[in-house]
Structures are given as structure tokens and as C-alpha cells.
């Protein structure tokens, strides 16, 4: 291929798109009416069906050949084809799980090399797991597999939690005889009755579902160590978290004072995210709750919007709800209900007595911060449970207010009290009107309060009292704080995220509790040093670093202790317990040692032993087993990478930062945290309502642990939820029978002296290893699955295509290597299936492999892109015949667009105007003296500025690829190919030549 003019940027991925191999594999992998693939329990009959689908093979190949050849016909049939034929490859891979675990592959030695130590959010044992629990796990498989092929020795342990109420609520609903549960069990995981209820001891029930577990990580192939597993509730364990007590506390972090927190009533104990069920952690917020005045007594209203008060038109309570009046700090309060009850949790009142709402309705109160007279007016809309249970109304500014007061035909008017860019006198009127939304029980109701009240929050100032001029946001605050300085109002903490349910079923609440123990997140000084050691952190996805940022901010005190679960005794307090989310802060830093301490003397683990390892406390009479620990412990910290869920930003992750921070200080504290999203099933959220759940385990039986591993990774990047699809996992297994096949047939060839085709296939593979290597550095898990499966498979098929000799040798060698920490059984099989490497280092294992390396040398962007250019033109041809409709044509002429086209795009795309192009046209002598034509084409290619670029062959390049492709493309669509430059056609032809363009060939056809 002749040299290039000018470099080009970048080519496309030749099949990925545009080659008809490609376009097929598109459709399989989306194709959901295609059958399910048998699952893997009768070995014997799937055997036999694979031997049959071989024996039939031959007649599918004839006809799939055909079909290619006449792609009129070849779309759904070459579909169901290529199902039929490749749905059936299967991998035995529990045969490779057992050769790595014979080799001990995954249980690294410390000191040997260079070290990458990184975990996972460690599993709790209370139920078996489903599908989408595999996503956290197998992205940090992937990324502990390839460090290790970059020669890392890589440590990748796990172990159980098992800390807190999730095992014991979980024991006593079976206890309980739970109906709901056993038939989940029953139905969903295949856990017969008989056998769920024997699981009512918590012991049990850990032993239990830890196996079930443990099995699911070694079927999906998890490199992991489990020579390093513990359970949170072991001795050792224990005495090491509260060793990390006592050295918190000595520095002033753990505290005990009266706060609020989220409450379980039912278990009488502070709960957080490990506690409810959904494992949602409660979020305390604080909110002003204003005092109107009446001749009755104080009417309290709570709201998030304290500036808003100077418009409150009248206040809203619920008739057909309970309400009460209430003693408090000596003043007549009337409140709902519910909300009495709740806020007793915070504060001292006292119930006296009861009534009906409606009772309440009618009376006039007072507005504290403009003495204005207000009614207090029906509502069903009010809630009893949020708030106070009784409501003011800022029609101006609410739109559920405005149109409560307008579907009751009310004449009260709204008061503007914020002025916003775009909006008039009355925001929520005017949104209201733009959304059209009909009442109050529209839901374009919310979603008119939602894009108010965040521009009011952003953009509005205020116009109206004491801080008129000032930003909303501002003032918002400046008003809270002097009506409480005013005993106009007064501050309580709700669940920002209620309704929240503990995991024994009880409503979540808040409860001012004394003598309560704290860790202080609030701390001043440990904030700052832990943002300055977030600073230093590579954050994945880069896009949540303000989340974490954010969190540390308005972090305060975390109640770290509660009366009831498993776990840890905590030690200033024999009757509490320490909580799930702070005695898994630094537990990575167990893991480099529990294999060696549980031989150790249970008499001398103690908190001397502990400042010794971690802190390098020296003492007298260390043995020889503790230096050893010691040095495991200087050898893999600190922790390389993180990797949890993304709902654990805003607080397990942004915990493990401080107090990694406190006790090790930045040196030994996390270098990385990768956080990723969930898992749907076919495009909806797992629930057991929906009975949509897929067992772990259940998917590996049927497609194979490549298969799952792939789809859970590859269908998102990480900061998005994932979607199983059950037609896309059938169209990946397909892909791996067509992948395997290639291999055999392809790979044993030898090649002499290399085709233009294997100049390009060999460029694409060296384009995709050193792409791979940004791809999997930064985890962009679905682009990388995109290039090096998807893409890198579709040059293979496309290179048969085209090569004379096809040898797929050099590719599978590198690409088995390269697929393997995604897809390590598959990588296994064709690796072994190679035998003796002649293109890369051999090595008896693909796992063990050393990475390939990009050999720079071999990327071509001139054959890649003269590639593209042939196959865009084949597709151009394809598209004329069809409209034309003509099959079998007699012969196909390409005329090449002469040079000074070329000259004329790129000064068109430098210049982006007409006037400009064709006054620097003017300076070029080759040009100047053909203004007429330069002015018609010069038009066409300013009306397409956002497809045009100056990359491009010359003609002389353009000519040559199509003359080197002529037979080709006559055996591609079975007549004579005629390559011409624009210019030497006659007759008839020069008209149509004439509209050839820069990498747009004008095709003529007989």
C-alpha cells in the first residue's frame, strides 16, 4: 500500500459496523425470539446434541455460503443458522477451575515481585446469590486477572459478614415459619422446605449460604484466595476490630454524647444501610419546622423551604386524618397524630387529646415573619406521617399548593417572594400551564415541583423582606436561623429517604438518644486530611468524585453501636454491639494476615500483637510468626484497589478513606476505589414480586461462567446499571462456537508471505492490544468487551473473507491471552487447543501468560483505512442493486476523484465557509482556472461540514486500492470490475464520473 499524504486520526472498525458479517452477529446478540440454550445438567444428552449438531454441520455451511453470496436472503435464515450451528459449543470448565486450583494459581506468596492487592465488598451469607451480584465480583476478577498477565503478583481474598441483623432477622423469619421466604427459597433458588427450615440457628444458616456462595465464586472462575477466608464473627476478627476501636478512641474519634439517628423501634437500636431491608442507608436531614400562632394554640409546619415563608397564603391539613394536641416545652402544639407519635422519639410531648381534622379547618393563625392573617384549609393531599402532618401553602412557589387552591376554586391569590429568570409574577402557575398539568393527582405535578423548585434553589433572588436581593439559597438558610433564634420555629431530623423498613419489618424513625456511642466523621482535622488523601486517589468512575467529596463534607457523628446482632462486642460497652458499617472499614488490612493468625496463640492475639503488625509498634518477645505477619502485611499494603457498588459511595467507601487515614495514615491508605452500578434483567429491576430473579447458579448451568461474566460487564459502563439479557447471553455463547471453530480450522495455517489482508487483520490486533491496555486500566468494561470480543472477532470473520491463505495463528495466540481475564475458561480452551506458541511466550496457562505488547510497527491507518473504504463502497454497490433491482449485473465501473477534489475538501474543511473556501481556491493555480466546478462542489461540501474531513488516500492511493481489490470485488458480486480515474471517462460515463468524490468512488453499473 502506497504511503499516505496526510496521517489520519483514527479508522473505524472494519465489520464492527459496516462488513455484513458483522451486521448478522449485530442481530443475533439482540435477537430475543432466539430459543434458549439446554442447560448444563445432562451431560450425556448434551454431548449427544453437539455430536449431532457436528454431523450436521456440512449442509449448514453449504447453505450458509450460499446465503452469503445472496444477501437478499441471508438475514433472518443465516440467523437461525448460526444459532442452530454454534449455540451447542461447549467448554468443560470446571476442568480448568480444578487445573488452577491444583496449581494454586490464585494464592500468591508475599515478597515474590511486584504486588497488587485489591477486594471486593466481602458477601453477606443470609440468602443465596442472584445474578446481579456477580457484577462487583467479576469486574474486580477481570482486573485481578490482568495485572496478573501485566506480572503483578496479585492478591484478590474473600471472606463472610456476617455482622449485624440481616443473618438473625433472616433466621427468625424462617423461625417464623415465613411463607413469603420458603417460597422464595422453594421457588426461586431450589431450596426445599424441609431443608429452609432447618436453617433457624444463625450459625447454621452463615455455614449454609457461605458454601452456596463460595461454590457460585469458584463456578464463575474468581481468582481468589480462600486460604485467607474468615466470617466476621471469629474470635480473631473480633479482637481485631476492637483493637481498631481502641486505637479510634485514643485519638479522640469514637465519642458518646446525645444525638439524633435512624431508629428501629421494634429492635430499640440504631440502624443503618446493613439494617433495612434493600440495604438503604437512612439519611438524616434536619428541617425547620415553623410555629404559626393562633387563639388555640401553635400550629407547626415543617418545611424544606424556610425562605418561602413571606408567601404562605394559608396552611393544609388532612380532615379525614387524626390530629392531636400536644404539650410542648410548655407551649399548646397541635400536630397530626402519627407525627406526634414519631416526633416523640425526638423531643418531650405530650399527647392530651385527639380529633378528626376537619375540626381544625377554618381556624385562623398568624404568619410569624409577616403577621398576616391565614386560614388553615382542607387537604387530603397532606400526609400525616411526613412533617408535622399540617402543611403551608406557598401557591406562588409550590405547584401542588397553586393547584390545591385552584381545583377547590379558592380566590386566594399567590405572593411572589422569588424572582426567577423566564418566569413572571407567579413561577408555579406558569410551570403548571407549560406542563399542562391537569390537578393535583397528575403526575406532571412532581415533575413541575421537581424543575421549580431546583431552578428557584440555583437561580431565584429574593424580592420580598429583610434579605430581598439575596440568592434563595442564601437566604434560605439566614431565614431558618432567625425564626429559631425568635422561637418562631424550631429544628427536628427526618429520614430523608423514608419510607425505610428495618429488616425485621419495622417502620425506620428518629430517636434522640443519649449516652449514644459515635464515631466523629465530624471531626474538622480527619476531614481534612482525609480530602487530602482523596486528592491523591484515582477514582473510578472518575465521575463520582464529587459523591465522595461531597459525603466527607457533611459527614457528622455515625452512631457506631447497637444492642442487637452479630459481630463484634463493642469494647467500651459489653451490652452493644459494633454495627455492620463500622467494623468493615479496614478489614483488607485482616486479610494480609489471617491465614497466618489463626495458627497463632490465642492467648497472645491481643491489641500489642495488633499495634505491632499494623502499626509497627515494637515490643519485646515477638516471635518469629508475628514478624512474618508483620512483614505480609508491609508487603501488601497498601490496599492497591477497592471495588464495591456504587451505592456504597456515601458511606462504606468514603468510611474506608478515614479511618484507613486515621489508623495507617496516607501512606498505607487505599490508592483506588472502583465503584459500579446494578444489574437489570431484561431492561427491569430484579424483585421477587416481579419473579425475575435469576440465581447465580442457575445462570452458570445454563449458559456457561464465560458467558455470564460477559454479559454482566459488558452491557454498561460502570457508573450505569447493566442489563442481563437472556437473547444477548444466547448471542455471546453463539459467538463463542463461531470464535472456537475459526480457531480450529484457521489457526494451524502457515503463511509464507503476507496478503494485503493480513497487513490489515494484523494492524486491527495491534490497534485493539494497545487500546485494550487504557481500556482496562481505566475498567471501561463495555467498550473494552465492544473492541476486543465484538470487534476483534468480526476482523477474523471479514479477514477469512478476504484473505487468499487465511492463518488465524498469530491472532488467537495474542487475542486468547487478551480475553482472558473476561473470559478465562474460553481463553483456557483455545490456548491449549494451540499448543506450542510461535508468536508469543508459551506458558501453561492462558491466566499466565505474559500480556501481549502492541507492536506499533504493524499498525497501518492506510490499510485500515483503505479497508473501510472498500467495504463502504461494497455497501454503497449493494444498495444501487437493490434499487435498481438488479441481482446480477454485467459489470461494475469505479471512477476515482482526481486530486484537485482533494485539494478542494481539505481548504473547505479548514476554511467552513463558502466565501472563504473559494477565495483560498482562487490562490491555487491547479484550481483557479476550473472556478466554475470548484464553486458547484465547493456548495456541496459546506452543506456537509459535520462529515467532512481532511483525511483521505490520494487519488493515486484511492486508484491502486480498488485496482489491488478488482478481483475481489468480481468475485464478490460475480461480474467485471473496471477501475478508472474520473477523468479518462467518455461518452455517457463522464457525466456519472463526474460525481465521484474524495473516498466516495462513482459507480456505474450495466
Known amino acids: 500500500m502506497p504511503a499516505m499524504n496526510a496521517p489520519i486520526a483514527s479508522a473505524r472498525r472494519v465489520g464492527a459496523k459496516n462488513s455484513p458479517p458483522a451486521k448478522s452477529d449485530a442481530k443475533l446478540s439482540q435477537a430475543s425470539w432466539l430459543p434458549d440454550v439446554p442447560c448444563a445438567d445432562a451431560r450425556e444428552k448434551k454431548k449427544k446434541n453437539s455430536a449431532n449438531a457436528r454431523k450436521a454441520f456440512p449442509i449448514r455451511k453449504i447453505v450458509s455460503v450460499w446465503l452469503f453470496k445472496n444477501p437478499p436472503f441471508c438475514t433472518s435464515l443465516t440467523l437461525i443458522l448460526y444459532y442452530l450451528h454454534y449455540s451447542r459449543m461447549e467448554i468443560d470448565y470446571e476442568k480448568w477451575q480444578g487445573k488452577w486450583q491444583e496449581e494454586k494459581l490464585f494464592s500468591p506468596k508475599a515478597g515474590k515481585g511486584k504486588k497488587f492487592f485489591l477486594t471486593a465488598a466481602f458477601p453477606y451469607p443470609n440468602s443465596p446469590q442472584h445474578i446481579g451480584h456477580g457484577r462487583t465480583y467479576t469486574t474486580t476478577d477481570i482486573y485481578a486477572r490482568y495485572k496478573r498477565l501485566q506480572g503483578y503478583n496479585v492478591l484478590f481474598p474473600m471472606a463472610f459478614h456476617v455482622t449485624g441483623t440481616p443473618v438473625l432477622a433472616m433466621a427468625e423469619r424462617i423461625a417464623e415459619n415465613d411463607g413469603e421466604i420458603l417460597d422464595i427459597f422453594e421457588r426461586i433458588y431450589h431450596i426445599p422446605r424441609e431443608k429452609a427450615l432447618t436453617l433457624t440457628n444463625p450459625k447454621e444458616l452463615v455455614s449454609y449460604f457461605s458454601r452456596e456462595i463460595e461454590e457460585g465464586m469458584k463456578l464463575m472462575g474468581f481468582s481468589i484466595d480462600w486460604s485467607r477466608k474468615f466470617y466476621t464473627f471469629d474470635e480473631n476478627f473480633n479482637k481485631f476490630i476492637q483493637w481498631q476501636f481502641r486505637t479510634l478512641h485514643s485519638l479522640g474519634y469514637i465519642k458518646q454524647g446525645t444525638h439524633p439517628i435512624p431508629w428501629c423501634p421494634k429492635c430499640a437500636s440504631p440502624v443503618s444501610g446493613h439494617d433495612t431491608r434493600g440495604d438503604i442507608d437512612p439519611r438524616l436531614e434536619e428541617v425547620c419546622v415553623v410555629k404559626f400562632p393562633s387563639a388555640k394554640g401553635f400550629f407547626p409546619a415543617s418545611t424544606y423551604r424556610p425562605e418561602t415563608i413571606y408567601g404562605v397564603t394559608n396552611l393544609w391539613v388532612n380532615p379525614a386524618a387524626e390530629y392531636t394536641e400536644c404539650t410542648f416545652k410548655g407551649e399548646k402544639l397541635f400536630l397530626s397524630k402519627k407525627a406526634a407519635e414519631k416526633l416523640s422519639s425526638q423531643f418531650d410531648i405530650n399527647i392530651q387529646k385527639t380529633f378528626k381534622g376537619s375540626e381544625l379547618a377554618g381556624t385562623k393563625c398568624i404568619n410569624p415573619m409577616t403577621g398576616s392573617n391565614i386560614p388553615i384549609l382542607p387537604a387530603s393531599f397532606v400526609d400525616e406521617l411526613t412533617g408535622t402532618g399540617i402543611v403551608m401553602s406557598v401557591p406562588a412557589h409550590a405547584p401542588f399548593d397553586y393547584l390545591a387552591l385552584r381545583d377547590a376554586g379558592s380566590k386566594i391569590l399567590p405572593i411572589q417572594v422569588i424572582e426567577l429568570p423566564g418566569f413572571g409574577k407567579c413561577p408555579s402557575c406558569e410551570i403548571v400551564e407549560q406542563l399542562k398539568v391537569q390537578s393535583q393527582t397528575d403526575p406532571k405535578a412532581q415533575e413541575a415541583t421537581n424543575i421549580l423548585y431546583k431552578k428557584e434553589a440555583y437561580g431565584g433572588k429574593m424580592i420580598t423582606g429583610k434579605y430581598a436581593g439575596e440568592s434563595a439559597m442564601a437566604a434560605k438558610e439566614k431565614v431558618a ?190 490508592c483506588q476505589i472502583v465503584a459500579n452500578g446494578f444489574v437489570t434483567m431484561d431492561g427491569k429491576k430484579m424483585s421477587k414480586s416481579m419473579g425475575n430473579i435469576l440465581p447465580l447458579q442457575d445462570a452458570i448451568r445454563k449458559w456457561g461462567p464465560d458467558v455470564i461474566r460477559f454479559s454482566v460487564v459488558g452491557g454498561a459502563e460502570l457508573s450505569m446499571d447493566s442489563d442481563f439479557s437472556q437473547s444477548t447471553a444466547n448471542g455471546v455463547s453463539g459467538k ?57 472477532l468480526s476482523d477474523a470473520v471479514w479477514y477469512i473473507k478476504r484473505a487468499e491463505r487465511p492463518s488465524l495463528r498469530e491472532f488467537f495466540e495474542k487475542w486468547s491471552i487478551l480475553i482472558s481475564p473476561i473470559m478465562p475458561h474460553f481463553a483456557e480452551e483455545i490456548w491449549s487447543m494451540l499448543g506450542k506458541k510461535e508468536f508469543v511466550p508459551d506458558s501453561k496457562f492462558a491466566c499466565t501468560a505474559v500480556l501481549p505488547k502492541s507492536d506499533n510497527s504493524k499498525i497501518s491507518i492506510e490499510a485500515e483505512f483503505a479497508e473501510e473504504l472498500l467495504v463502504k463502497t461494497i455497501e454503497d454497490i449493494r444498495h444501487i442493486l437493490k434499487l435498481i433491482n438488479r441481482p446480477s449485473p454485467k459489470k461494475i465501473e469505479l471512477y476515482i476523484a482526481s486530486e484537485w477534489k482533494r485539494k478542494l475538501q481539505k481548504i473547505v474543511y479548514n476554511a467552513k465557509r463558502l466565501d472563504a473556501s473559494l477565495k483560498e481556491a482562487a490562490k491555487d493555480l491547479s484550481l483557479k482556472n476550473n472556478m466554475k466546478e470548484c464553486a458547484l462542489l465547493a456548495k456541496k461540501f459546506t452543506g456537509n461540514l459535520n462529515v467532512l474531513t481532511d483525511k483521505m488516500l490520494t487519488s493515486e492511493q484511492e486508484l491502486a486500492c480498488f485496482l489491488e481489490n478488482a478481483a475481489f470485488l468480481k468475485k464478490e458480486f460475480g461480474c467485471a470490475i473496471e477501475v478508472l480515474p474520473d477523468s479518462d471517462a467518455n461518452g455517457e460515463r463522464k457525466q456519472k464520473a463526474a460525481c465521484a468524490l474524495p473516498s466516495k468512488p462513482s459507480i456505474y453499473i450495466e
Open 736 to 792: 463463542l462456537g463461531q470464535a472456537m471453530e475459526m480457531a480450529q480450522k484457521y489457526s494451524s495455517a502457515k503463511k509464507h508471505s503476507p496478503e494485503p489482508a493480513d497487513i490489515w487483520l494484523s494492524s486491527r490486533l495491534n490497534r485493539t492490544i494497545l487500546h485494550s491496555g487504557e481500556l482496562y486500566e481505566s475498567l471501561e468494561t463495555r467498550a473494552l468487551c465492544q473492541e476486543i470480543f465484538y470487534g476483534a
Open 481 to 670: 436561623r432567625e425564626l429559631v433564634e425568635n422561637d418562631s420555629a424550631f429544628l427536628m431530623h427526618e429520614i430523608a429517604n423514608s419510607p425505610l423498613y428495618c429488616r425485621c419489618g419495622a417502620l425506620c424513625t428518629v430517636k434522640t438518644v443519649k449516652n449514644q456511642w459515635f464515631i466523629d466523621y465530624g471531626n474538622e482535622e480527619w476531614k481534612e486530611k482525609t480530602t487530602n488523601h482523596l486528592k491523591k486517589m484515582c477514582i473510578l468512575p472518575e465521575k463520582t468524585l464529587p459523591e465522595y467529596e461531597y459525603t466527607i463534607g457533611w459527614l457528622k457523628a455515625k452512631a457506631c453501636t447497637r444492642s442487637k446482632g452479630l459481630g463484634t462486642v463493642f469494647p467500651f460497652d459489653k451490652t452493644q454491639m459494633i454495627e455492620a458499617l463500622s467494623d468493615s472499614t479496614i478489614y483488607m488490612a485482616f486479610y494480609t494476615i489471617s491465614h497466618l493468625l489463626s495458627n497463632y496463640p490465642k492467648g497472645k492475639v491481643n491489641d500489642a500483637l495488633f499495634d505491632y503488625l499494623f502499626l509497627g509498634k515494637e515490643a519485646e518477645n515477638f516471635t518469629p510468626d508475628a514478624k512474618a505477619m508483620r512483614n505480609e502485611f508491609l508487603y501488601w499494603y497498601p490496599l492497591d484497589s477497592r471495588h464495591s457498588a456504587l451505592d456504597l459511595v456515601h458511606n462504606h467507601l468514603t468510611f474506608l478513606i478515614f479511618n484507613h487515614v486515621a489508623i495507617f495514615g496516607e501512606k498505607l491508605s487505599p
